[in-house]
């Protein structure tokens, strides 16, 4: 109750809000005298921890993701602790929103089988790969993202960008990926789209060593892992940041990619490890082994 004659004493006397909830003036003056408790002290003190995490995240995380960010700092707390004192400072993660989709299928195209039958796990790196491509709006124009992703850690490991929707954009994507995880017998899936259907394209998987592997046209629960992650890069930053123009909106999408998706975000699937965190355990497992 003094917590809320505090917090409104600008907006009523204090003698009457006493008066209304049934407590003394002279008890709520000698409250306030009072040194913090130790409780309040270390509320005080997460709080400000709290605040840094949540501003580090982008002010994407909820209470479940600071939690668990305060754990790798070994601080022990309780998770509902931490919502609480969210709570208290208008702290909020945000949420996710259904996306529109890109896909443009070519009926005349040939299509590989689906060779993952919605089921997006891998053991280890390098064995399992989505593909997908989003358009992210600007002031003068589009621009497409391609990327893609490795299943097992959840890791960016190959994007372009680009302001048209080409073959040549889902290329440089799949080349960088290659490039920078070297990975040879890799199951590449992705939707059937005219630029995943593309002759150039499927020559090019075919000189890399990669299996192909192509959900269902039109359902996107077949391709669900890619699905979630556009739905995050939605919520955690399309909505959150005006772009003016197409500059400015990739070197945006390339902090995220790099500088927070891959190094810093951390995923419930993984136990609240960032992707190049949880690759880096399972080497070091495999070493140890």
Not at 29 to 39: E, F, H, I, T
Not at 89 to 102: C, E, I, M, P
Not at 124 to 145: C, H, K, Q, S
Not at 223 to 236: K, P
Request: hydrophobic share 40%; net charge positive.
């Amino acid at each position: 109750m003094f917590e809320f004659v505090r917090a409104h004493q600008g907006q009523y006397p204090i003698a009457c809000m006493c008066r209304v909830l049934g407590v003394s003036t002279s008890g709520y003056y000698a409250w306030r005298k009072r040194p913090p408790s130790r409780r309040a002290q270390r509320d005080q003190e997460l709080s400000e921890r709290i605040r840094a995490i949540h501003k580090r995240s982008r002010q994407t995380y909820g209470a479940r993701r600071v939690h668990a960010e305060l754990r790798t700092r070994s601080v022990v707390v309780a998770r509902r602790r931490v919502a609480r004192l969210m709570r208290a400072q208008g702290l909020v993660g945000v949420t996710r929103r259904k996306r529109r989709s890109t896909t443009r299928r070519d009926p005349q195209a040939a299509v590989a089988p689906d060779r993952v039958k919605r089921q997006f796990e891998a053991a280890e790196p390098n064995r399992l790969w989505v593909a997908d491509i989003t358009y992210v709006p600007t002031l003068e124009g589009f621009v497409y993202l391609a990327m893609v992703l490795g299943v097992f850690s959840r890791k960016i490991v190959g994007w372009a960008m680009s302001a048209r929707q080409t073959v040549e954009l889902v290329q440089a994507a799949l080349t960088m990926a290659v490039r920078t995880r070297g990975a040879l017998g890799v199951v590449f899936h992705s939707d059937r789209g005219s630029q995943y259907t593309a002759v150039a394209f499927t020559r090019q998987c075919g000189a890399m060593g990669l299996e192909r592997s192509m959900g269902a046209a039109g359902n996107c629960y077949d391709n669900a892992m890619a699905e979630s992650f556009f739905a995050t890069l939605e919520c955690e930053l399309l909505q959150r940041v005006p772009f003016a123009g197409r500059e400015q909106a990739e070197q945006e999408l390339f902090r995220f990619l790099e500088g927070f998706c891959n190094r810093r975000r951390r995923h419930s699937a993984l136990g609240y490890l960032s992707p190049v965190e949880f690759e880096q355990a399972w080497h070091a497992g495999q070493q140890a082994a």
